[in-house]
């Protein structure tokens, strides 16, 4: 069982995730060459625990013990003797293969190396060791101690019994595992990219606008955020980085054709709720705009919507990046989808997936509402993804 815990990086991710071992029992050691950061880190903690004694979730003496299990470090070293290390630092390829490959030096044999990466290979980062197969992806969301899905994923060197302490620990730490393959973003930040694209094409295209496309995907689709609020929250900077990474990575695939839209409000500095304006203003006094709400122009959004998601998580079966129930567990449990795309599938009509993919195609004759060969195959045979 492992106990000793070191994270790499003391900002939101890293401090949410020492939080998760801390709880766990794990002896968690937070590294950052920022003292400032790790003194915020240790303060951020404080607060969120206080928090939640206020509210009863948990006791004082379980607030102390969860304290008492993290030190704050500020070299490498000091993680060398850690049975499972997890970094959480920029996403720059380069930056994690040098801290990887240093810390190699210190720790011991049997220790497992792990990256909280979203979007970059695992097989790249594992290359800069000189013990790849140590090396595996354990991709917690954000915020980590709230969201229970964390995507444990191997690359091609990972040993299978790294993977299977991985799965065993995030498991012992009271999360739902989804095992993904070592492809651009995964199960979630793969499947999920319609939801943003998609509607971003329904805007570009004048069909409505951001309030309404919000309106329409909460009332017909039962999301708990729209698709531009959610842009808004999570910052479009953020959004459209991931968005234009995958595109690249898919070989300029067009399902993941990134926005003109959102990428000139990110070079405007419009990048949501953290700067103030985004699709939406959240200036002081600012009024939100009304959905024009016509229930016909509502149903064709969201149906738009669901069928390209539910094709981008047929299409992650098809190609085996996870297993049916991992793909519908990532998207209700990792985003907080309001159902699994492919048992929303089963429960729109395998049937009704194709004509309507089919339907889009013959419109715009674009390859990026190409219908999944499996949605076609399961279809001649009547099949279902689920019994």
Partial sequence: MIKKVGIIGSGTMGSGIAQVAATADCSVKVFDTNLDALDRSKNVLEKVLTRLVEKGRIDTEEKQRIQGNISYVH????????????????????????VFSELETYIA?????????????IASIAAACDRPDRVVGIHFFNPAPLMKLVEVVPAVQTSADVLDKAVTTIKE??????????TPG??????ARPFYGEALRIYEEGLADFATIDWALKTKGGFR??????????????????????FTAFYYDARYRPSFTQKRLSEAGYLGRKSGRGYYDYTEGAEKPEPEQDEALAKEIFERVLVM????????????????????NAMTRG????????????????????KTLDGLYDEYHEDRYRCSPLLRKMNQKGETFFN
């Fill in 75 to 98: 070299t490498l070293k000091d993680l060398g003797d850690s049975h499972l290390i997890i970094e959480a630092i920029v996403e720059k390829l380069d930056i994690k293969q040098k």
């Fill in 109 to 121: 044999p049997d220790s497992i190396l792990a990256s909280n990466t979203s979007s970059l290979s």
């Fill in 173 to 182: 730490w009271k999360k739902v595992v989804a095992v993904a393959k070592d």
């Fill in 186 to 191: 995964f199960i979630v930040n793969r499947v």
């Fill in 225 to 246: 955020m729209g698709p531009f609020e959610l842009m808004d929250f999570i910052g479009n900077d953020v959004n459209y980085t991931v968005t234009e990474t995958v």
């Fill in 309 to 328: 998601l539910i094709n981008e998580a047929a299409d992650a079966l098809f190609l085996n990046i996870a297993s049916a129930e991992d793909i519908d």
């Fill in 335 to 354: 985003v907080n989808y309001p159902k699994g795309l492919l048992s929303w599938a089963d429960e729109m009509g395998i049937d009704w997936c194709v």
